[in-house]
Protein backbone atom coordinates (compact mmCIF):
# COMPACT_ATOMS: atom_id res chain seq x y z
CA UNK A 1 0.00 0.00 0.00
CA UNK A 2 1.85 3.24 -1.04
CA UNK A 3 0.51 5.52 1.55
CA UNK A 4 1.43 3.83 4.31
CA UNK A 5 5.18 4.79 3.93
CA UNK A 6 6.74 7.70 2.48
CA UNK A 7 7.97 5.95 -0.38
CA UNK A 8 10.65 6.86 -3.20
CA UNK A 9 8.12 6.68 -5.87
CA UNK A 10 11.24 7.81 -8.40
CA UNK A 11 12.54 3.66 -7.47
CA UNK A 12 9.77 2.13 -9.39
CA UNK A 13 8.56 2.68 -12.66
CA UNK A 14 4.71 3.74 -12.52
CA UNK A 15 3.52 1.61 -15.13
CA UNK A 16 5.26 -1.16 -13.32
CA UNK A 17 3.79 -0.21 -9.73
CA UNK A 18 0.66 -1.68 -8.78
CA UNK A 19 -0.23 -3.38 -5.35
CA UNK A 20 0.37 -7.37 -5.89
CA UNK A 21 -2.13 -9.46 -4.59
CA UNK A 22 0.43 -12.43 -3.45
CA UNK A 23 1.15 -11.72 0.30
CA UNK A 24 4.87 -11.03 1.44
CA UNK A 25 5.04 -10.50 4.95
CA UNK A 26 8.18 -8.58 5.05
CA UNK A 27 11.51 -10.44 6.68
CA UNK A 28 14.07 -8.04 8.71
CA UNK A 29 15.97 -10.84 11.07
CA UNK A 30 18.64 -12.67 10.04
CA UNK A 31 16.69 -15.83 10.18
CA UNK A 32 13.41 -14.51 8.45
CA UNK A 33 16.24 -13.43 5.45
CA UNK A 34 17.89 -16.97 5.17
CA UNK A 35 14.55 -18.70 4.96
CA UNK A 36 13.88 -20.03 1.21
CA UNK A 37 10.26 -20.50 2.26
CA UNK A 38 10.20 -23.52 0.98
CA UNK A 39 8.45 -25.93 3.16
CA UNK A 40 7.22 -28.18 0.34
CA UNK A 41 8.13 -29.66 -3.14
CA UNK A 42 5.81 -26.60 -4.62
CA UNK A 43 7.41 -23.70 -2.77
CA UNK A 44 11.42 -25.66 -3.42
CA UNK A 45 10.03 -25.20 -6.51
CA UNK A 46 9.02 -21.59 -6.69
CA UNK A 47 12.22 -20.49 -4.80
CA UNK A 48 14.18 -22.40 -7.55
CA UNK A 49 12.43 -20.19 -9.73
CA UNK A 50 13.36 -16.79 -7.94
CA UNK A 51 17.42 -18.01 -8.44
CA UNK A 52 16.78 -18.32 -12.16
CA UNK A 53 14.93 -15.06 -11.86
CA UNK A 54 18.14 -13.35 -10.06
CA UNK A 55 20.17 -15.49 -12.98
CA UNK A 56 18.22 -13.42 -15.40
CA UNK A 57 18.30 -9.80 -13.98
CA UNK A 58 22.06 -10.29 -13.57
CA UNK A 59 22.84 -11.20 -17.06
CA UNK A 60 20.82 -8.12 -18.02
CA UNK A 61 22.35 -5.52 -15.10
CA UNK A 62 25.65 -6.17 -14.23
CA UNK A 63 25.86 -4.40 -11.00
CA UNK A 64 22.61 -5.76 -10.26
CA UNK A 65 22.69 -5.86 -6.42
CA UNK A 66 20.74 -8.42 -4.77
CA UNK A 67 18.66 -8.69 -1.73
CA UNK A 68 16.65 -11.95 -0.74
CA UNK A 69 14.16 -13.68 -2.70
CA UNK A 70 11.87 -16.52 -1.25
CA UNK A 71 8.60 -18.67 -1.90
CA UNK A 72 5.93 -16.83 -0.73
CA UNK A 73 1.89 -18.35 -1.09
CA UNK A 74 1.22 -18.21 -4.20
CA UNK A 75 4.66 -17.78 -6.14
CA UNK A 76 7.84 -15.76 -5.22
CA UNK A 77 9.34 -12.63 -5.40
CA UNK A 78 13.44 -11.33 -5.81
CA UNK A 79 14.64 -8.08 -4.18
CA UNK A 80 17.26 -6.12 -6.11
CA UNK A 81 19.00 -3.06 -6.05
CA UNK A 82 19.10 -1.68 -9.98
CA UNK A 83 20.77 1.19 -11.45
CA UNK A 84 17.09 2.06 -13.20
CA UNK A 85 13.29 1.60 -12.31
CA UNK A 86 12.34 -1.61 -14.48
CA UNK A 87 9.49 -1.35 -16.81
CA UNK A 88 7.35 -4.19 -18.08
CA UNK A 89 9.72 -4.40 -21.50
CA UNK A 90 12.29 -5.40 -19.01
CA UNK A 91 9.54 -7.96 -17.30
CA UNK A 92 9.21 -9.69 -20.71
CA UNK A 93 12.94 -9.80 -21.40
CA UNK A 94 13.52 -11.00 -17.93
CA UNK A 95 10.95 -14.15 -18.60
CA UNK A 96 12.61 -14.27 -21.95
CA UNK A 97 16.21 -15.35 -19.83
CA UNK A 98 14.11 -17.12 -17.70
CA UNK A 99 13.15 -19.69 -20.40
CA UNK A 100 16.52 -19.97 -21.89
CA UNK A 101 17.69 -21.53 -18.30
CA UNK A 102 14.64 -23.66 -17.69
CA UNK A 103 14.97 -25.29 -21.06
CA UNK A 104 18.59 -25.87 -20.37
CA UNK A 105 17.87 -27.92 -17.51
CA UNK A 106 21.12 -26.57 -14.85
CA UNK A 107 21.25 -28.85 -12.00
CA UNK A 108 21.23 -27.54 -8.69
CA UNK A 109 24.36 -27.96 -6.79
CA UNK A 110 24.46 -27.58 -2.98
CA UNK A 111 27.84 -25.97 -2.28
CA UNK A 112 29.38 -25.67 0.92
CA UNK A 113 31.81 -22.71 2.06
CA UNK A 114 34.12 -21.86 4.81
CA UNK A 115 32.43 -18.51 6.37
CA UNK A 116 35.04 -16.20 5.34
CA UNK A 117 35.37 -17.16 2.10
CA UNK A 118 31.73 -16.95 1.28
CA UNK A 119 32.55 -13.51 2.38
CA UNK A 120 35.33 -12.59 0.34
CA UNK A 121 33.19 -14.38 -2.32
CA UNK A 122 29.88 -11.60 -1.92
CA UNK A 123 32.56 -9.05 -0.88
CA UNK A 124 34.13 -9.50 -4.35
CA UNK A 125 30.88 -9.38 -6.44
CA UNK A 126 30.28 -6.29 -4.66
CA UNK A 127 26.95 -8.42 -3.13
CA UNK A 128 27.01 -5.53 -0.12
CA UNK A 129 23.15 -7.33 0.84
CA UNK A 130 24.49 -10.67 0.71
CA UNK A 131 28.14 -9.40 2.79
CA UNK A 132 25.29 -7.40 5.66
CA UNK A 133 23.38 -11.00 6.06
CA UNK A 134 26.36 -12.88 6.45
CA UNK A 135 28.12 -9.92 9.12
CA UNK A 136 24.80 -10.46 10.95
CA UNK A 137 25.15 -14.36 10.96
CA UNK A 138 28.67 -13.45 12.63
CA UNK A 139 27.83 -11.51 14.90
CA UNK A 140 25.31 -13.75 16.11
CA UNK A 141 27.35 -16.18 16.94
CA UNK A 142 29.89 -14.13 18.10
CA UNK A 143 27.14 -13.59 20.72
CA UNK A 144 26.27 -16.28 21.22
CA UNK A 145 30.09 -17.73 21.93
CA UNK A 146 29.73 -19.99 19.03
CA UNK A 147 32.36 -20.67 16.15
CA UNK A 148 31.18 -18.74 12.35
CA UNK A 149 29.16 -20.97 10.62
CA UNK A 150 29.57 -22.95 7.24
CA UNK A 151 27.53 -21.41 4.62
CA UNK A 152 26.17 -22.87 2.19
CA UNK A 153 25.61 -21.44 -1.73
CA UNK A 154 23.32 -23.03 -4.54
CA UNK A 155 25.00 -23.16 -7.89
CA UNK A 156 22.54 -23.60 -11.33
CA UNK A 157 25.08 -22.68 -14.40
CA UNK A 158 26.24 -19.59 -14.45
CA UNK A 159 24.76 -18.58 -11.12
CA UNK A 160 25.15 -19.37 -7.67
CA UNK A 161 23.42 -17.81 -4.43
CA UNK A 162 23.57 -17.53 -0.71
CA UNK A 163 21.18 -20.03 0.52
CA UNK A 164 19.66 -22.81 2.88
CA UNK A 165 17.75 -24.17 -0.41
CA UNK A 166 15.93 -26.26 -0.78
CA UNK A 167 15.87 -26.86 -4.46
CA UNK A 168 14.46 -28.73 -7.24
CA UNK A 169 16.72 -31.29 -9.02
CA UNK A 170 17.53 -28.85 -11.92
CA UNK A 171 15.76 -25.70 -14.02
CA UNK A 172 14.37 -28.21 -16.23
CA UNK A 173 11.81 -29.24 -13.17
CA UNK A 174 10.43 -25.65 -13.21
CA UNK A 175 6.89 -25.45 -14.50
CA UNK A 176 5.16 -23.31 -16.73
CA UNK A 177 5.57 -19.24 -14.59
CA UNK A 178 4.46 -15.69 -14.98
CA UNK A 179 6.23 -12.72 -13.65
CA UNK A 180 3.91 -10.41 -12.34
CA UNK A 181 4.76 -6.87 -11.43
CA UNK A 182 7.34 -4.96 -9.21
CA UNK A 183 6.86 -2.93 -6.39
CA UNK A 184 9.09 -1.05 -4.04
CA UNK A 185 10.05 -2.69 -1.10
CA UNK A 186 12.48 -1.10 1.76
CA UNK A 187 15.15 -3.69 2.09
CA UNK A 188 14.61 -5.52 5.85
CA UNK A 189 11.52 -3.82 5.77
CA UNK A 190 13.11 -0.76 7.11
CA UNK A 191 11.97 2.90 5.99
CA UNK A 192 15.28 3.70 6.76
CA UNK A 193 17.28 1.32 4.12
CA UNK A 194 17.09 1.58 0.65
CA UNK A 195 14.37 0.59 -1.46
CA UNK A 196 14.96 -1.85 -3.80
CA UNK A 197 12.45 -3.22 -6.57
CA UNK A 198 10.86 -6.56 -5.46
CA UNK A 199 9.82 -8.88 -8.40
CA UNK A 200 7.05 -10.97 -7.72
CA UNK A 201 6.43 -14.01 -9.89
CA UNK A 202 3.85 -17.01 -10.11
CA UNK A 203 5.34 -21.06 -10.65
CA UNK A 204 3.15 -24.01 -10.77
CA UNK A 205 3.55 -27.64 -11.93
CA UNK A 206 1.07 -27.13 -14.92
CA UNK A 207 -0.26 -24.38 -17.12
CA UNK A 208 -4.01 -25.40 -16.13
CA UNK A 209 -3.17 -23.82 -12.52
CA UNK A 210 -1.30 -20.82 -13.90
CA UNK A 211 -3.79 -19.98 -15.99
CA UNK A 212 -6.44 -20.50 -12.64
CA UNK A 213 -4.14 -18.74 -10.37
CA UNK A 214 -4.20 -15.79 -13.33
CA UNK A 215 -7.65 -15.83 -12.81
CA UNK A 216 -8.14 -14.97 -9.56
CA UNK A 217 -5.35 -13.03 -9.04
CA UNK A 218 -7.21 -10.48 -11.32
CA UNK A 219 -10.55 -11.03 -9.46
CA UNK A 220 -8.62 -10.63 -6.21
CA UNK A 221 -7.20 -7.21 -7.30
CA UNK A 222 -11.21 -6.09 -8.61
CA UNK A 223 -11.73 -6.92 -4.83
CA UNK A 224 -8.99 -5.13 -3.31
CA UNK A 225 -10.47 -3.97 -0.03
CA UNK A 226 -8.49 -1.22 -0.04
CA UNK A 227 -9.50 0.28 -3.48
CA UNK A 228 -13.62 -0.79 -2.85
CA UNK A 229 -13.33 1.10 0.50
CA UNK A 230 -12.85 4.32 -1.71
CA UNK A 231 -15.11 3.40 -4.53
CA UNK A 232 -17.84 2.94 -1.66
CA UNK A 233 -16.53 5.54 0.35
CA UNK A 234 -16.22 3.39 3.74
CA UNK A 235 -12.73 4.21 4.79
CA UNK A 236 -9.38 5.63 3.89
CA UNK A 237 -5.77 5.99 4.76
CA UNK A 238 -3.40 8.60 4.96
CA UNK A 239 0.09 8.86 5.92
CA UNK A 240 -0.32 11.19 9.24
CA UNK A 241 -1.25 7.99 10.70
CA UNK A 242 0.39 4.69 9.03
CA UNK A 243 -1.31 1.30 9.42
CA UNK A 244 -4.81 3.01 11.11
CA UNK A 245 -7.60 3.71 9.36
CA UNK A 246 -9.58 6.26 8.99
CA UNK A 247 -13.49 5.58 8.82
CA UNK A 248 -15.87 7.66 6.88
CA UNK A 249 -19.54 7.57 8.05
CA UNK A 250 -20.82 4.89 5.19
CA UNK A 251 -17.44 2.43 6.88
CA UNK A 252 -18.73 3.95 10.38
CA UNK A 253 -22.57 2.55 10.17
CA UNK A 254 -20.44 -1.01 8.74
CA UNK A 255 -18.81 -1.27 11.72
CA UNK A 256 -21.25 -0.16 14.26
CA UNK A 257 -23.99 -2.68 12.67
CA UNK A 258 -21.32 -5.92 13.19
CA UNK A 259 -20.43 -4.29 16.23
CA UNK A 260 -24.06 -4.08 16.79
CA UNK A 261 -25.26 -8.13 16.21
CA UNK A 262 -21.97 -9.09 17.96
CA UNK A 263 -23.25 -7.07 21.50
CA UNK A 264 -26.53 -8.26 21.16
CA UNK A 265 -25.65 -12.05 20.18
CA UNK A 266 -22.86 -11.95 23.78
CA UNK A 267 -25.89 -10.38 25.79
CA UNK A 268 -28.21 -13.43 24.26
CA UNK A 269 -25.13 -15.72 25.00
CA UNK A 270 -24.78 -14.16 29.05
CA UNK A 271 -21.62 -11.79 28.55
CA UNK A 272 -20.51 -9.18 30.21
CA UNK A 273 -19.17 -6.11 28.76
CA UNK A 274 -16.07 -3.91 30.50
CA UNK A 275 -13.54 -1.09 29.58
CA UNK A 276 -10.29 -0.93 30.46
CA UNK A 277 -7.53 1.60 30.26
CA UNK A 278 -5.59 2.01 26.98
CA UNK A 279 -2.57 3.62 28.36
CA UNK A 280 -0.73 1.39 31.22
CA UNK A 281 2.27 1.84 33.18
CA UNK A 282 5.01 -1.24 32.20
CA UNK A 283 4.56 -2.88 35.73
CA UNK A 284 1.27 -4.83 34.15
CA UNK A 285 3.42 -5.99 31.35
CA UNK A 286 6.32 -6.72 33.64
CA UNK A 287 3.65 -9.18 35.67
CA UNK A 288 1.76 -10.47 32.94
CA UNK A 289 5.47 -11.56 31.31
CA UNK A 290 5.28 -9.76 28.29
CA UNK A 291 7.35 -7.25 29.13
CA UNK A 292 11.16 -7.84 27.24
CA UNK A 293 9.49 -10.49 25.35
CA UNK A 294 6.98 -8.73 23.51
CA UNK A 295 7.94 -4.98 24.42
CA UNK A 296 9.25 -4.06 20.96
CA UNK A 297 5.84 -4.18 19.50
CA UNK A 298 4.18 -1.89 22.12
CA UNK A 299 4.52 1.66 21.72
CA UNK A 300 6.01 3.37 24.75
CA UNK A 301 5.88 6.58 26.44
CA UNK A 302 7.71 8.18 29.15
CA UNK A 303 5.14 10.09 31.29
CA UNK A 304 6.34 11.97 35.14
CA UNK A 305 9.50 9.72 34.78
CA UNK A 306 7.42 6.56 34.14
CA UNK A 307 7.40 3.84 31.17
CA UNK A 308 3.67 3.19 29.97
CA UNK A 309 2.51 1.69 26.88
CA UNK A 310 -0.50 1.64 24.70
CA UNK A 311 -2.04 -1.72 24.89
CA UNK A 312 -1.28 -4.15 22.76
CA UNK A 313 -3.94 -6.32 24.20
CA UNK A 314 -6.89 -6.39 26.65
CA UNK A 315 -5.81 -9.34 28.63
CA UNK A 316 -3.99 -8.54 31.99
CA UNK A 317 -6.49 -5.73 32.95
CA UNK A 318 -9.45 -7.83 32.97
CA UNK A 319 -7.67 -9.13 35.96
CA UNK A 320 -8.23 -6.56 37.82
CA UNK A 321 -12.05 -6.29 37.30
CA UNK A 322 -12.15 -9.92 38.63
CA UNK A 323 -10.09 -9.44 41.36
CA UNK A 324 -12.06 -6.58 42.35
CA UNK A 325 -13.99 -9.44 44.80
CA UNK A 326 -13.78 -12.48 46.72
CA UNK A 327 -15.21 -15.09 43.60
CA UNK A 328 -17.10 -17.87 44.26
CA UNK A 329 -17.15 -21.43 41.74
CA UNK A 330 -21.21 -19.83 41.51
CA UNK A 331 -20.13 -16.71 40.08
CA UNK A 332 -18.63 -18.88 36.93
CA UNK A 333 -18.82 -18.60 33.90
CA UNK A 334 -18.05 -15.03 34.64
CA UNK A 335 -17.34 -13.95 30.77
CA UNK A 336 -15.95 -10.30 30.35
CA UNK A 337 -16.45 -8.81 26.76
CA UNK A 338 -14.20 -5.83 25.80
CA UNK A 339 -13.91 -3.72 22.69
CA UNK A 340 -10.44 -2.48 23.89
CA UNK A 341 -8.82 -0.03 21.28
CA UNK A 342 -5.16 -2.17 20.80
CA UNK A 343 -1.92 -0.77 19.50
CA UNK A 344 0.99 -2.73 18.00
CA UNK A 345 4.28 -1.68 16.80
CA UNK A 346 4.32 -3.43 13.36
CA UNK A 347 7.08 -1.93 10.96
CA UNK A 348 5.97 0.92 8.75
CA UNK A 349 6.86 -1.19 5.09
CA UNK A 350 4.73 -4.19 6.61
CA UNK A 351 1.93 -2.23 7.00
CA UNK A 352 -1.65 -3.20 4.69
CA UNK A 353 -4.93 -1.53 4.18
CA UNK A 354 -7.12 -3.30 6.89
CA UNK A 355 -5.14 -6.23 7.29
CA UNK A 356 -1.89 -4.97 8.37
CA UNK A 357 -2.71 -2.79 10.66
CA UNK A 358 -0.80 -0.74 13.91
CA UNK A 359 -4.36 0.65 15.30
CA UNK A 360 -7.06 -2.24 15.62
CA UNK A 361 -10.40 -3.34 17.94
CA UNK A 362 -10.54 -6.77 18.78
CA UNK A 363 -14.20 -8.26 19.97
CA UNK A 364 -12.45 -9.71 22.87
CA UNK A 365 -13.86 -11.27 25.48
CA UNK A 366 -11.70 -12.86 28.70
CA UNK A 367 -14.02 -15.80 30.52
CA UNK A 368 -12.68 -17.08 33.67
CA UNK A 369 -14.48 -20.90 34.40
CA UNK A 370 -13.56 -23.73 36.83
CA UNK A 371 -11.21 -25.82 35.84
CA UNK A 372 -14.50 -28.72 34.64
CA UNK A 373 -16.29 -26.14 32.96
CA UNK A 374 -13.71 -25.63 30.19
CA UNK A 375 -15.62 -28.55 28.07
CA UNK A 376 -19.38 -26.66 28.24
CA UNK A 377 -18.04 -23.19 27.63
CA UNK A 378 -15.65 -24.61 24.76
CA UNK A 379 -18.87 -26.20 22.60
CA UNK A 380 -20.64 -22.60 23.56
CA UNK A 381 -18.49 -21.04 22.08
CA UNK A 382 -17.91 -23.02 18.50
CA UNK A 383 -21.64 -22.79 18.53
CA UNK A 384 -21.13 -18.67 18.81
CA UNK A 385 -18.42 -18.90 15.90
CA UNK A 386 -20.79 -20.65 14.25
CA UNK A 387 -23.73 -18.88 14.30
CA UNK A 388 -21.83 -15.70 13.89
CA UNK A 389 -20.01 -16.94 10.90
CA UNK A 390 -23.61 -18.23 9.15
CA UNK A 391 -24.72 -14.37 9.09
CA UNK A 392 -22.12 -14.09 6.01
CA UNK A 393 -22.49 -17.48 4.72
CA UNK A 394 -18.96 -18.63 5.69
CA UNK A 395 -17.91 -22.36 7.03
CA UNK A 396 -15.35 -21.90 9.64
CA UNK A 397 -13.02 -24.37 10.23
CA UNK A 398 -10.91 -25.18 13.13
CA UNK A 399 -7.02 -26.45 13.92
CA UNK A 400 -6.75 -27.35 17.95
CA UNK A 401 -2.95 -26.40 18.87
CA UNK A 402 -1.49 -28.85 21.96
CA UNK A 403 0.94 -28.44 24.25
CA UNK A 404 4.22 -27.01 22.88
CA UNK A 405 7.64 -28.47 24.30
CA UNK A 406 7.99 -25.58 26.43
CA UNK A 407 5.02 -25.09 28.38
CA UNK A 408 4.38 -23.38 32.17
CA UNK A 409 2.02 -25.53 34.01
CA UNK A 410 1.18 -28.96 35.26
CA UNK A 411 0.74 -31.80 32.98
CA UNK A 412 -1.96 -32.55 34.47
CA UNK A 413 -3.95 -28.98 34.04
CA UNK A 414 -2.57 -29.22 30.49
CA UNK A 415 -3.96 -33.00 30.07
CA UNK A 416 -7.29 -32.16 31.26
CA UNK A 417 -7.83 -29.19 29.38
CA UNK A 418 -6.73 -30.88 26.09
CA UNK A 419 -9.52 -33.61 26.82
CA UNK A 420 -11.89 -31.22 27.44
CA UNK A 421 -11.06 -29.09 24.31
CA UNK A 422 -10.88 -32.08 22.17
CA UNK A 423 -14.69 -33.87 23.33
CA UNK A 424 -16.06 -29.94 23.22
CA UNK A 425 -14.73 -30.15 19.40
CA UNK A 426 -15.76 -34.31 18.41
CA UNK A 427 -19.61 -33.31 20.20
CA UNK A 428 -20.01 -30.18 18.32
CA UNK A 429 -19.22 -32.03 15.03
CA UNK A 430 -17.26 -28.96 13.76
CA UNK A 431 -14.40 -29.65 10.91
CA UNK A 432 -11.41 -29.48 12.51
CA UNK A 433 -7.44 -30.52 12.25
CA UNK A 434 -5.08 -31.03 15.52
CA UNK A 435 -1.64 -29.28 14.93
CA UNK A 436 0.48 -31.03 18.12
CA UNK A 437 2.37 -28.72 20.08
CA UNK A 438 1.53 -25.72 18.38
CA UNK A 439 0.03 -24.16 21.46
CA UNK A 440 1.62 -21.13 23.51
CA UNK A 441 3.12 -22.10 26.35
CA UNK A 442 0.48 -21.21 28.49
CA UNK A 443 -2.53 -22.75 26.43
CA UNK A 444 -3.59 -24.85 24.01
CA UNK A 445 -5.68 -22.89 21.68
CA UNK A 446 -8.26 -23.22 18.39
CA UNK A 447 -7.71 -21.33 15.63
CA UNK A 448 -10.56 -20.30 13.34
CA UNK A 449 -9.79 -20.20 9.46
CA UNK A 450 -12.35 -19.63 6.59
CA UNK A 451 -11.97 -19.79 2.76
CA UNK A 452 -12.88 -17.06 1.02
CA UNK A 453 -15.02 -16.45 -2.49
CA UNK A 454 -11.69 -17.02 -4.21
CA UNK A 455 -10.80 -20.24 -2.00
CA UNK A 456 -7.92 -18.05 0.14
CA UNK A 457 -7.48 -18.86 3.22
CA UNK A 458 -7.46 -16.26 6.40
CA UNK A 459 -7.17 -17.39 9.98
CA UNK A 460 -9.76 -15.18 12.01
CA UNK A 461 -9.69 -15.55 15.04
CA UNK A 462 -8.55 -17.73 18.42
CA UNK A 463 -9.99 -19.44 21.50
CA UNK A 464 -7.17 -19.69 23.90
CA UNK A 465 -7.86 -21.92 27.24
CA UNK A 466 -5.05 -19.86 29.34
CA UNK A 467 -4.18 -22.48 32.19
CA UNK A 468 -1.26 -19.97 33.68
CA UNK A 469 -0.66 -16.38 32.23
CA UNK A 470 -3.87 -14.82 33.97
CA UNK A 471 -4.58 -17.08 36.90
CA UNK A 472 -1.17 -17.70 38.40
CA UNK A 473 1.09 -14.34 37.48
CA UNK A 474 -2.07 -12.10 38.59
CA UNK A 475 -3.04 -14.45 41.16
CA UNK A 476 -6.53 -15.29 40.42
CA UNK A 477 -8.72 -17.47 42.86
CA UNK A 478 -12.18 -18.62 43.63
CA UNK A 479 -14.09 -19.88 46.82
CA UNK A 480 -14.99 -23.67 46.08
CA UNK A 481 -17.66 -25.40 47.49
CA UNK A 482 -15.50 -26.53 50.23
CA UNK A 483 -14.68 -23.20 50.82
CA UNK A 484 -11.20 -23.40 49.59
CA UNK A 485 -8.68 -21.29 47.32
CA UNK A 486 -8.98 -22.63 44.03
CA UNK A 487 -7.46 -21.65 40.53
CA UNK A 488 -9.93 -20.37 37.71
CA UNK A 489 -9.12 -21.45 34.17
CA UNK A 490 -9.06 -18.41 31.91
CA UNK A 491 -10.47 -18.47 28.27
CA UNK A 492 -9.12 -15.53 25.82
CA UNK A 493 -11.57 -15.68 22.64
CA UNK A 494 -12.46 -13.16 19.67
CA UNK A 495 -15.28 -14.57 17.25
CA UNK A 496 -14.61 -12.02 14.38
CA UNK A 497 -10.99 -11.71 15.17
CA UNK A 498 -10.27 -7.21 14.47
CA UNK A 499 -12.97 -5.51 13.56
CA UNK A 500 -10.72 -3.87 10.84
CA UNK A 501 -9.37 -7.16 9.53
CA UNK A 502 -13.03 -9.00 9.54
CA UNK A 503 -14.38 -5.87 7.33
CA UNK A 504 -11.23 -5.99 5.11
CA UNK A 505 -11.69 -9.96 4.27
CA UNK A 506 -15.87 -9.54 4.19
CA UNK A 507 -15.20 -6.78 1.52
CA UNK A 508 -13.38 -8.55 -0.62
CA UNK A 509 -15.09 -12.03 -0.12
CA UNK A 510 -18.35 -9.99 -0.99
CA UNK A 511 -16.68 -7.85 -3.69
CA UNK A 512 -18.14 -5.33 -1.71
CA UNK A 513 -21.83 -6.02 -2.31
CA UNK A 514 -22.61 -6.90 1.49
CA UNK A 515 -25.22 -8.65 2.58
CA UNK A 516 -28.72 -6.54 3.09
CA UNK A 517 -27.99 -6.60 6.81
CA UNK A 518 -24.71 -5.09 6.96
CA UNK A 519 -24.56 -3.07 3.96
CA UNK A 520 -24.56 0.52 4.82
CA UNK A 521 -27.19 1.79 3.01
CA UNK A 522 -29.60 -1.00 2.67
CA UNK A 523 -31.96 0.48 -0.16
CA UNK A 524 -32.02 3.67 -2.40
CA UNK A 525 -35.13 4.81 -3.06
CA UNK A 526 -35.30 5.58 -6.62
CA UNK A 527 -38.34 8.78 -7.89
CA UNK A 528 -38.66 8.62 -11.50
CA UNK A 529 -39.47 12.38 -12.05
CA UNK A 530 -39.32 15.85 -9.61
CA UNK A 531 -43.21 14.86 -8.89
CA UNK A 532 -42.60 11.50 -7.33
CA UNK A 533 -39.53 12.87 -4.59
CA UNK A 534 -41.65 13.98 -1.89
CA UNK A 535 -43.34 10.30 -1.89
CA UNK A 536 -39.94 9.02 -1.83
CA UNK A 537 -39.38 10.83 1.28
CA UNK A 538 -42.15 9.58 2.56
CA UNK A 539 -41.34 5.58 2.01
CA UNK A 540 -37.87 6.63 3.30
CA UNK A 541 -39.23 7.38 6.72
CA UNK A 542 -41.58 4.65 7.27
CA UNK A 543 -38.48 2.40 5.89
CA UNK A 544 -36.36 4.29 8.39
CA UNK A 545 -38.55 4.22 11.25
CA UNK A 546 -38.30 0.04 10.69
CA UNK A 547 -34.24 0.60 11.02
CA UNK A 548 -33.71 0.28 7.37
CA UNK A 549 -31.03 2.59 6.03
CA UNK A 550 -32.19 4.48 3.28
CA UNK A 551 -31.27 7.35 0.60
CA UNK A 552 -33.49 8.85 -2.05
CA UNK A 553 -31.56 9.98 -4.72
CA UNK A 554 -33.84 13.22 -5.32
CA UNK A 555 -30.94 14.29 -8.08
CA UNK A 556 -31.39 15.14 -11.33
CA UNK A 557 -30.43 12.33 -13.10
CA UNK A 558 -32.20 9.71 -15.39
CA UNK A 559 -33.56 7.14 -13.60
CA UNK A 560 -31.19 4.75 -15.61
CA UNK A 561 -28.34 6.97 -14.27
CA UNK A 562 -29.76 7.02 -10.89
CA UNK A 563 -29.72 2.67 -10.97
CA UNK A 564 -26.37 2.69 -12.55
CA UNK A 565 -25.18 4.57 -9.87
CA UNK A 566 -27.09 2.95 -6.91
CA UNK A 567 -25.60 -0.80 -8.57
CA UNK A 568 -21.83 0.89 -8.78
CA UNK A 569 -22.21 1.44 -4.93
CA UNK A 570 -24.03 -1.79 -4.68
CA UNK A 571 -26.83 -0.99 -2.69
CA UNK A 572 -28.71 -4.12 -2.38
CA UNK A 573 -32.18 -2.67 -3.37
CA UNK A 574 -33.53 -0.27 -5.55
CA UNK A 575 -37.02 0.88 -5.09
CA UNK A 576 -38.50 2.98 -8.21
CA UNK A 577 -41.53 5.03 -7.93
CA UNK A 578 -43.61 6.35 -10.59
CA UNK A 579 -47.01 7.44 -10.84
CA UNK A 580 -48.42 4.52 -10.89
CA UNK A 581 -46.67 3.66 -7.41
CA UNK A 582 -47.46 6.85 -5.81
CA UNK A 583 -51.02 6.41 -6.89
CA UNK A 584 -50.90 3.15 -5.10
CA UNK A 585 -48.32 3.82 -1.96
CA UNK A 586 -46.30 1.20 -3.40
CA UNK A 587 -42.50 0.46 -4.89
CA UNK A 588 -40.87 -1.34 -7.50
CA UNK A 589 -38.34 -3.63 -6.19
CA UNK A 590 -35.09 -4.05 -7.83
CA UNK A 591 -32.64 -6.43 -6.37
CA UNK A 592 -28.66 -5.54 -6.57
CA UNK A 593 -27.41 -7.76 -9.41
CA UNK A 594 -30.98 -8.54 -10.72
CA UNK A 595 -31.17 -8.93 -14.74
CA UNK A 596 -32.06 -5.92 -16.20
CA UNK A 597 -35.82 -8.22 -17.74
CA UNK A 598 -36.09 -9.87 -14.40
CA UNK A 599 -39.26 -9.56 -13.46
CA UNK A 600 -39.98 -6.90 -10.28
CA UNK A 601 -42.43 -7.11 -8.04
CA UNK A 602 -44.47 -4.17 -7.05
CA UNK A 603 -44.95 -4.11 -2.86
CA UNK A 604 -46.91 -1.58 -0.69
CA UNK A 605 -44.94 0.66 1.41
CA UNK A 606 -46.20 -1.05 5.13
CA UNK A 607 -45.84 -4.51 3.57
CA UNK A 608 -42.05 -3.67 2.21
CA UNK A 609 -40.81 -1.94 5.51
CA UNK A 610 -42.04 -5.25 7.55
CA UNK A 611 -40.40 -7.60 4.77
CA UNK A 612 -37.20 -5.77 4.61
CA UNK A 613 -37.16 -5.35 8.58
CA UNK A 614 -37.53 -9.35 8.72
CA UNK A 615 -34.86 -9.89 5.87
CA UNK A 616 -32.39 -7.44 8.25
CA UNK A 617 -33.12 -9.50 11.24
CA UNK A 618 -32.30 -13.03 10.06
CA UNK A 619 -29.18 -11.56 9.42
CA UNK A 620 -28.60 -13.81 5.97
CA UNK A 621 -27.03 -13.41 2.93
CA UNK A 622 -29.36 -13.72 -0.22
ZN1 LIG B 1 17.91 -20.84 -2.78
ZN1 LIG C 1 -6.71 -12.21 26.10
Not at 113 to 129: I, K, L, P
Not at 265 to 274: A, I, L, P, S, T
Not at 387 to 404: C, D, E, N, Q
Request: hydrophobic share 40%; charged share 30%.
Amino acid sequence: MAEAAPTDQAQVAPEAQEAEVLEAPERGSVEELLDAGAHDDLDAMRHSTAHVMAEAVLDLFEDAKLGIGPAIDGGFYYDFALPRPLTPADLEAIEERMRTSVAAAHPFVRKEMAFDDARSVEEGSGQTFKVEILDDLAARAKAAAEPLPEVTFYEHGPFSDLCRGPHVASTGKIGPFKLLSVAGAYWRGDEKRPMLQRIYGTVWSSQDELEQFMWRRAEAKKRDHRKLGVQLDLYSFHDVAPGSAFWHPKGQRLWRTLEGAMRQEQERRGYDEVSTPILVSKRLWEQSGHWGLYDDNMFKLEIEGQTYSLKPMNCPESTFIYKSRVRSYRDFPLRYAEYGRLHRNERSGTLSGLTRVRQFIQDDAHIYVRPDQVQAEIEELLDFVQVTYSWFGLSPRYVFATKPDKAVGSAELWAMAESQIKEALDRSGAQYKVKPKDGTFYAPKIDIYIDDALGREWQMATIQVDLTMLPDRFDLTYIDEAGKQQRPVAIHRAIYGSLERFIGIIVEHFAGALPLWVAPVQAVVIPIADRHVEAGRELAAILGAKGIRVEVDDSDNRMQNKIRLSQEQKVPLMLVLGDREVEARSATVRRRGAARDAAQETVGWDALADQLAAEVAARRVE
